[in-house]
């Protein structure tokens, strides 16, 4: 007798494939544009690249490098003109410094703040009115710097460092700098922080650690990466920062790091200079070239050690 047959057939059903068949002509169209966005970001770069280096070349064809590196006076716009730029470099570093010690440690904290402590409720109000700060004009926080900081600077300005800033001050400046460049440290430090996984937090609290010590020893450490790529966003803002300084630090180039004293920064002598009130060619024209070539490649620099750091530093989770 023959065994009885199966009733259900072993053919192998058909293979339904995930791809789609027809081509999704509105993705393609977002990836083309997303392509021409990076395009238009490098060409810009290159493009100021190219606009620098001609003045900058002609510039020093006529000024020694040892002459423009040098602790010289800085005149360029006087009949006999002395183009020592570290006068400038220094005021834009005093402006730079101050507002580093404002900004950073509270934009942290801020950030601390809101992915550890803050309720929810709390959150929703406290982080958009950060982000809404960084919004304000800066010519807004020049006029704050100058009409609010600068008095209450004078006021408690301790009497053994010597006379209390004048009307135009390195400190002042900087503090409404560093107002201005917390917001950016909160926000971005806060994203990298909240996407910290709960796991390693709850990994700390069972083994006994307080909350302090699960902010400061696991979740900062953790979102390293993200925090270090806030701070240089912040301190290359601050580098550029052109109308605050302009209005509240002065206009007067001093090799000092003192933040009572009136300085002149690098993006303040680009602004007053460049005005058309000076010849297109001549050699103060190209100063302006030569100190925007200066302050480009500084930035430049900062990014490219900020990003081996942060590579560095880098965590991946699954």
């Known amino acids: ?48 690249v190219f606009s620098l280096v001609g003045p900058t070349v002609s510039f020093f064809s006529e000024v020694p490098l040892t002459e423009f590196f040098s602790f010289a006076e800085w005149s360029p716009l006087f009949a006999d003109g002395e183009f020592g730029v570290f006068e400038i470099v220094a005021g834009t570093l005093n402006v730079t410094l101050w507002a580093v010690v404002v900004g950073l440690p509270l934009g942290l ?6 992915s550890e402590y803050a309720s929810p ?14 919004g304000v004009p800066t010519v807004a926080f020049g006029f704050f710097a100058l009409t609010f900081i600068t008095p209450i600077l004078s006021d408690i ?26 917001p950016i440290v909160a926000s971005i430090s806060d994203d990298a922080m909240t ?21 400061t020893r696991v979740v900062v450490p953790a979102a390293l ?3 270090v790529a806030s701070f240089v966003l912040a301190i290359s803002r601050a580098v550029g920062e052109t109308m605050v300084v302009l209005i509240a630090a002065g206009n007067s180039p001093n090799l000092t790091l003192n933040p009572a004293e009136s300085i002149q920064a690098m993006t303040a002598f680009i602004a007053t200079t460049a005005t058309g009130d000076i010849g ?29 750091l942060v590579r560095k530093y880098r965590e991946v989770y699954e």
Do not use: H, Q
């Not at 293979?15 to 544009?33: A, C, D, F, Q, S």
């Not at 929703?124 to 009115?129: A, E, V």
């Not at 460092?161 to 400190?171: K, N, T, V």
């Not at 996407?195 to 902010?215: D, F, I, M, W």
């Open 1 to 48: 007798m023959s065994p009885p047959t199966n009733s259900v057939s072993s053919a192998e059903p058909p293979r339904i494939g995930l791809e789609r068949r027809k081509p999704r002509y509105g993705e393609k169209v977002i990836i083309g544009l997303l392509a021409v966005c990076a395009a238009v970001s490098v060409a810009v770069t290159v493009g100021i």
């Open 157 to 182: 300005w301790p009497g053994f460092l010597g006379d209390g800033p004048s009307i135009f001050s390195a400190g002042a400046a900087g503090i409404a700098i560093g107002l201005f460049i917390l």
């Open 121 to 134: 409720r709390v959150r929703r109000i406290l982080k958009p009115t950060l982000e809404v700060l960084a």
């Open 195 to 215: 996407s910290v996984p709960n796991s390693l937090r709850e990994g700390a609290y069972a083994l006994g650690a307080t909350r302090l010590k699960v902010a």
């Open 109 to 114: 904290g801020s950030a601390i703040y809101l």
């Open 280 to 308: 297109v060619g001549t050699l103060e024209y190209e100063t302006i070239f030569a100190v925007g070539a200066l302050l480009f490649v500084m930035t430049m620099i900062m990014n490219v050690f900020a990003i081996r």
């Open 225 to 227: 990466s993200g925090i």
